[in-house]
Structures are given as structure tokens and as C-alpha cells.
């Protein structure tokens, strides 16, 4: 009996477990192929040139495209540069891309040109807002001072107590009688003349649409 007992327990510390035998078998991290990969780093693109079966099965296409994953890996760590930030962590910089990936919607249509800008590059002159700035200098106060909006040199006059007046046009508005005041002339006058740019502008654009069209 003492035999026997002894020999059970030796078969059951020779034998293997369930878990041992059911558990699969790691693949390997180096990728060997018939014909080697080729590689675009900056678009994290990995091409395989090596035939598939006649016939591929879902596990014969799930092992090539985990090979070409681990390929992709092994080229990225040996290749490309790592760096540690504090904030950002570890960062990978990439290469620039080598193959032109196709745009998913097509170019954008540019605008037409407007008559002023038609007449400007006929006439040669060129945009002088651009480049400029937003501020300007005022002598008066000896500070910079924005050029249009919240306290802006276009506003020159409409906040000051004492304002200058036209001994003409007081008297054209007593005539009209509507109220109106010195003070306030400057700020209509200038919201006037943004109104009239911007109806300047919409008609322009009409007739580059309509030129366009019929030509």
C-alpha cells in the first residue's frame, strides 16, 4: 500500500496541470518574412509584399497582420528617437512621411476675386492692413492705443466733454429738427460708413458670382 501511494504521488507532481497545457504559446517579437517589409514611419504605415494562401483564413489573416504590428513596433524603437518630458511624458518623435496619403474631400473651390481686388492688382496696390498692427501710437497721450473697437482711435472726439462745432451743419440740424447732436454725429458717421462698406462688399460679391457663372 505504502508502494502504491508513493507512486500516485509521483505521477501527480510528473504530470502537467490544466492550466499548463492550455495556455498558448507567446509569438515570438521578431518577424522574419520571405520578403521584407517596407516602411513609412511618419504615417505609421507597414507594407507587406508576401502572398497570402489561396484561400486565407481569418487566423491566417490575423497572424499576418499581427506580424506586420510588430514588425511596425520593432522599427519604431530602433529607429526613431525617444525623448521624457515632466509634463508630457515619454514622447517618439517621427520621421516626415514619405508616401502621400489621399485627401478624404476634395480641394477646396477658391473664391472668386472681388472688383476692388481685381482693380488693386491691376492698379498694383497692395494691403496695407496687413503687416501693420492693431495698435497706434497717440501723441496726445503718449500711449498705444487701439485702432478701431473698445477705445479705439476711430473714436476720436464721441467721449470728450468739450466738442468743436460746425456753425454749418449745427444749423442744418436745427432745421431738421430730429434732434440730433454734435457729439453723436461722429459715432453715425462712422457706423454709416461700415454699412455702407459692407453693402460695397455683398454686391461685389454678387457680381464675381455672376461673372463666374457666366463665363
Sequence with gaps: MATSSSTGALENATSPSIA?????????VTVTKPIPYTFDLGNL?????????????????SSAARDCAQALINQLLTTCPITSHPIDGVLMTLP???FSLPREK????????????????????????????????????GEW????????RNKDGEGEWLVEVDEKKEAEREKEGKGKTMR???????VEKVKRNERKQRANERKARKSEAGG
Design 145 to 152: 492705443v487701439p485702432k478701431w473697437g473698445y477705445k479705439g
Design 96 to 98: 516626415p512621411p514619405t
Design 20 to 28: 499548463e497545457v492550455a495556455k498558448p504559446e507567446r509569438p515570438s
Design 45 to 61: 504605415l507597414c507594407n507587406d509584399a508576401n502572398p497570402l494562401p489561396h484561400a486565407p483564413t481569418a487566423a491566417h489573416i
Design 106 to 141: 476634395p480641394l477646396p473651390v477658391a473664391k472668386p476675386p472681388t472688383t476692388w481686388e481685381q482693380f488693386a492688382k491691376k492698379k498694383g496696390i497692395k494691403d496695407k492692413k496687413r503687416g501693420e498692427g492693431k495698435m497706434v501710437f497717440d501723441e496726445a497721450t
Design 184 to 190: 453723436g454725429e461722429g459715432r453715425r458717421e462712422r
